[in-house]
């Protein structure tokens, strides 16, 4: 009988250290969810992270654009200021002055006294709306050779506004940015004006070698 009791009793001892594995099995299972769950909240944070990074990036790199876009277009209207011809006109007058005593004004300085403001801007007074290989090019041109001084922008040393003929539909604003910048009185009272022509002026007054009547070219 003791022997039977000690059977038994070391049955159930077996048992119970079975069932004690089992439960520790079981928590180690439980364990392993856990860590599950923690693996994905840290994935999620990753890829958060890696989603404000990348956001970042781009962000920096918009900037870094429009930073260099604004220095280009402040380069850009600063050259227009500043460009000047190798020869300047103060220094072709002078010559002219030295060797033509009288008040004849040679041929070749024939809109040397003339500052034009040609109409080849998208944008009146925005120098960085030029537009290339404009039809009033030649004509620019012409007005150079013959001592005329080009204007990029619409100022008070501007004698005449050229404008193609193509292109009238363009008048109105510019007649409108004239009257606004130029139409005010001298010290006599009298207002100033400014001529509005076509290229043709420019161009025809170089073939006749003459100072043609702006008022045969108003638009």
Not at 118 to 143: G, K, M
Request: proline share 3%; net charge negative.
């Amino acid at each position: 009988e003791d022997e039977h009791d000690s059977k038994v009793s070391g049955g159930e001892k077996r048992c119970a250290k079975k069932r004690k594995r089992c439960d520790t099995d079981g928590d180690g299972d439980g364990d392993d969810g856990d860590d599950g769950d923690g693996d994905d909240v840290k994935q999620e944070a990753r890829g958060k992270e890696k989603e404000e990074k990348k956001e970042k990036e781009e962000k920096e790199e918009k900037e870094k654009e429009e930073k260099e876009e604004k220095e280009e277009k402040e380069e850009k209207v600063e050259k227009q200021k500043n460009k000047k011809p190798t020869f300047g006109a103060s220094e072709i007058m002078a010559l002219e002055d030295k060797y033509f005593q009288d008040d004849t004004r040679p041929w070749w300085g024939l809109f040397r006294h003339f500052v034009i403001y040609f109409d080849r801007y998208t944008t009146i007074n925005d120098v960085t709306t030029l537009i290339e290989c404009s039809h009033l090019d030649v004509t620019a041109q012409i007005l150079l050779f013959y001592g005329g001084a080009i204007s990029p922008l619409l100022d008070h040393r501007v004698t005449h506004v050229v404008l193609h003929p193509r292109h009238l539909e363009r008048a109105p604003a510019i007649r409108a940015c004239v009257s606004r910048l130029f139409q005010q009185p001298d010290s006599a009272g009298h207002f100033l004006t400014r001529h509005v022509v076509t290229k043709d002026w420019v161009e025809e007054s170089a073939s006749a070698h003459e100072d043609l009547d702006e008022r045969e070219f108003y638009l």
